[in-house]
C-alpha cells in the first residue's frame, strides 16, 4: 500500500520541477528493451516496433534500442532484470509469459514473483494456435488426431509452445513429440519449411503471413474465441473442444500467460518517477497513430493489458486452488 501511495504521489508531483528531473534524467541516455529471446521471433518483433516509437513520449527523448538476452525460456533476461540490470529505469524487459504461470506451479524453480517488478503493460494479448505444415498431408481436427506421431519444436520447458503442445497430448489426445533445443521461433520456422517439425503451437503474429497467404499450413486450434486478421474461421476454439470440467480449470491456468501476452517490466527499485514516466510513455505509444499505423502494416494486433489489470491479475493467480496447480504442474513440465 506505501508503494501504490507513493507511485500515486508523484504522480502528482510529475508535472513542473518534478518532471523536468526526469527529463533531464533521460535526456542523452540510452533506454535498453532486454528481449528473452534471439532476434527475429515474435516477442522480439513487438519489441523493435515499441523501440522505434515509445522513445519520444518519454521526458527527454532518450534513445532506445533493443537486446536480446535468450536462454532459459528468457528466465535469464528475467532474472537478469531482478538482480543484476541497473535500476535507473534504463532497463525493460520483454519475457516470456509462460514464466508466470510457471512462478505458481513451481516458485521454487522460477525464484521470482512477477508482483515483485514494475509493470508497464502489455502490448496485447497472445492469440495463440496450433497448425500443421500442409507437407505433412494432415488436413483437420479428426486426421491430427489419428496420427502416431507429430514432431513440434520447442525453445525450453515453461515456453507457451511447450505448454500449448503438452496440452495438445495431455488434455487433447494428440500423439505430439517435443523436440527441444530452439533459441526461437524464427528457428523452428526454419525446420518447419525443411520437413524436420511437423507444426508448432505459436502466437498468431509469430505466424508467417505467406504461409496464411499461400495456404501453407492448417490451423488447427485456437486459445483465444477472438478471431484476429486472417486467422482462418474453421480453427477450433480449445475450450469448446475440451468438454471434460476436470480438465478446463487447467486449462485456463495453463494459458493465463495468453492473457498477459506481450508484457514489458522494469526493476522495482527503479524510482517511482520514472516508472511513471515509462509506464506513461509506454500507454501513449500504443496510442500513438504512428506506432498502430507500423503495427497494422506489420500484421501485429494491439489488445493491451495495463499495469493495474496485469497486477490484479496476478494476485488473483496466485490464490489457484493447490489440486489445479498440481494437475497443471505434470503438464508444464514442472
Request: aromatic residues 8%; hydrophobic residues 40%; positive net charge.
Amino acid at each position: 500500500m506505501r508503494f501504490v501511495i507513493s507511485l500515486a504521489a508523484c504522480a502528482f508531483l510529475a508535472t513542473g520541477a518534478a518532471a523536468q528531473d526526469v527529463a533531464s534524467f533521460y535526456k542523452g541516455k540510452t533506454v535498453r528493451i532486454i528481449v528473452g529471446f534471439s532476434a527475429g521471433g515474435g516477442f522480439d518483433h513487438y519489441a523493435r516496433v515499441l523501440s522505434r516509437h515509445i522513445g519520444r513520449h518519454i521526458p527527454g527523448q532518450p534513445n532506445v534500442i533493443v537486446q536480446n538476452m535468450p536462454g532459459a525460456a528468457s528466465l535469464n533476461s528475467v532474472r537478469y532484470v531482478a538482480t543484476a540490470a541497473p535500476t535507473d529505469g534504463t532497463v525493460i524487459n520483454a519475457f516470456n509469459p509462460g514464466l508466470i504461470t510457471q512462478s505458481v506451479t513451481t516458485p521454487q524453480k522460477i525464484g521470482v514473483n512477477f508482483l515483485d517488478f514494475g509493470w508497464l503493460g502489455s502490448v496485447t494479448q497472445d492469440f495463440r494456435v496450433c497448425h500443421t505444415w500442409n507437407g505433412t498431408g494432415i488436413k483437420d481436427w479428426p486426421d491430427l488426431l489419428k496420427r502416431p506421431r507429430v514432431n513440434f519444436g520447442v525453445t525450453g520447458v515453461g515456453t507457451a509452445s511447450y505448454i500449448d503442445s503438452k496440452m495438445l497430448s495431455d488434455l487433447f489426445g494428440v500423439n505430439v513429440r517435443q523436440v527441444t533445443g530452439y533459441p526461437g521461433s524464427t528457428e523452428k520456422r526454419i525446420a518447419i519449411e525443411r520437413g524436420e517439425l511437423d507444426g508448432d503451437c505459436i502466437g498468431w503474429t509469430s505466424v508467417p503471413e505467406q504461409w496464411v497467404r499461400e495456404k501453407k499450413i492448417t490451423v488447427h486450434l485456437r486459445f483465444s474465441r477472438t478471431l484476429v486478421a486472417d486467422m482462418p474461421a474453421t480453427s477450433l476454439v480449445a475450450r469448446d473442444v475440451l468438454t471434460d470440467p476436470r480438465k478446463r480449470p487447467i486449462l485456463d491456468l495453463l494459458t493465463a500467460s495468453s492473457v498477459v501476452g506481450r508484457p514489458y517490466i522494469v526493476p522495482k527499485a527503479v524510482p517511482a518517477d520514472r516508472q511513471i514516466a515509462l509506464r506513461t510513455a509506454f500507454e501513449a505509444t500504443l496510442k500513438d497513430p504512428e506506432f498502430v499505423a507500423e503495427v497494422a502494416k506489420q500484421r501485429l494486433t494491439i489488445a493491451p493489458m495495463t499495469a493495474p489489470e496485469i497486477e490484479a491479475f496476478l494476485k488473483e493467480l496466485y490464490k489457484t486452488p493447490a489440486d489445479v496447480i498440481e494437475a497443471t504442474r505434470k503438464i508444464s513440465g514442472d
